[in-house]
Each structure stands twice: as structure tokens, then as C-alpha cells.
């Protein structure tokens, strides 16, 4: 790979839902923009909560609506937006 290029480990979809992810005991709204296998992209107004390293629990609805998955989470990195998670 040369300079700036950056390969995904899993390919990313749009995904474009509300979501409730849990931080230390708080529950907070966002938006997944995306996911993949290994992780995903919420975005949020209470990004300012979030920090580099967090560990995250977040429910992931199905297209249906009708159920959720929980899955716990890493943040890697955060912007103004939201942040960046890697599942584990």
C-alpha cells in the first residue's frame, strides 16, 4: 500500500438508522451511518461524551424493525459528527 491508502478489513454498507448506544451507565441517541463486520460509524449530538478508547454498547435494529442486536464496541477515533467503532 502506498502513502494514504487505507484498506477495510470488512466492506462498509450504508445503514442510516437511529440507534441507542450505552456509555458508563448513560443511554444516548445516534445514527448509524454504516457498518461492517468489524465495525461501524454513529453519528451523534452527545459526541462530546465520547471518548478515544470508550468501550460502547450499542443496539443495532434489523431492517425489520421488529428486533435488535447489542453489540459492544471500541471507540477508535471521534469528529465533530460522531465517532467510529470497532466491534468486539
Known amino acids: 500500500m ?3 491508502e487505507f ?7 450504508n445503514y442510516n438508522s437511529d440507534v441507542v448506544f450505552s456509555l458508563k451507565g448513560k443511554a444516548y441517541a ?3 451511518k454504516d457498518i461492517s463486520m468489524g ?3 454513529v453519528m451523534a449530538l ?7 478508547g470508550d468501550v460502547v ?4 435494529p434489523f431492517t425489520s ?3 435488535s ?15 467510529a467503532v470497532e466491534f468486539f
Open 46 to 52: 452527545s459526541v462530546n461524551q465520547v471518548y478515544q
Open 57 to 60: 454498547t450499542i443496539s443495532i
Open 2 to 4: 502506498g502513502t494514504g
Open 69 to 83: 442486536i447489542k453489540r459492544r464496541a471500541r471507540v477508535l477515533w471521534t469528529s465533530g459528527e460522531g465517532f
Open 7 to 13: 484498506r477495510r478489513r470488512y466492506e462498509r454498507k
Open 30 to 32: 445516534g445514527t448509524l
Open 65 to 67: 424493525g421488529k428486533k
Open 39 to 41: 465495525g461501524a460509524f
